[in-house]
């Protein structure tokens, strides 16, 4: 479930606001959104990331995947993925995930290098009740993480609305409505 190639030539032009016809988007409730949006905005404030912090990607994929985004450097370190059943991937330092995650996880992946983590999908129902937790976890990971980079190969996907939406409440709502 990382990102791949296939996955990366859907974005072609994020400028362009073609990421806003992505039918997925509108089968997530608003409340989901929120939450995922809330837990974005408190991971780029805790790692201090700015708008144009070269090192972070958020994205959001129109076709196949459903995949809303957010990268630390060359890692996929927050998401929410659409489809059938909502599910969430946080980013964790190994060893860490076996603590946190509670429930069954539906997928784990080990991200290669000497940043040595884990990418954990777990039920979207998990990540909100252990929320505090998780965040604290891909927070941790990523200040490992940021210092040995300087920059994000996905950044030239990166949806600059996307972060207005989770560090804006007026442009959220605003966003959400539409």
């Known amino acids: ?13 994020p400028t362009n606001g073609e990421w806003r016809q992505a039918k997925w988007i509108k089968k997530v409730s608003r409340a989901h959104w929120e939450h995922f949006l809330d837990a974005c905005n408190e991971v780029v404030h805790k790692l201090e990331l700015s708008a144009d912090d070269p090192r972070l990607a958020m994205n959001l994929y129109r076709t196949g995947s459903s995949l809303f985004t957010m990268n630390v450097s ?7 993925q659409g489809g059938n059943s909502l599910v969430a991937m946080v980013m964790l330092q190994n060893g860490v995930g076996e603590e ?5 996880p ?5 991200f290669s290098g000497p940043a040595d983590m884990s ?3 777990i039920p979207y129902e998990e990540f909100e009740r252990e929320r505090d937790a998780l965040l604290a976890g891909v927070i941790t990971a990523g200040k490992v993480l940021l210092p040995k980079t300087i920059g994000s190969p996905y950044r030239k ?4 609305d996307l972060y207005r939406m989770a560090t804006e409440p007026a442009f959220r709502e605003k966003a959400l409505d539409y």
């Open 1 to 13: 479930m990382p990102l791949e190639q296939e996955q990366l030539k859907e974005l072609k032009d």
């Open 157 to 160: 996907h990166h949806i600059a």
């Open 119 to 121: 990418g954990w999908y």
């Open 100 to 104: 946190l995650i509670k429930g069954t």
């Open 74 to 80: 060359n890692r996929q370190a927050l998401s929410m």
């Open 106 to 110: 539906i997928h784990k992946f080990e």
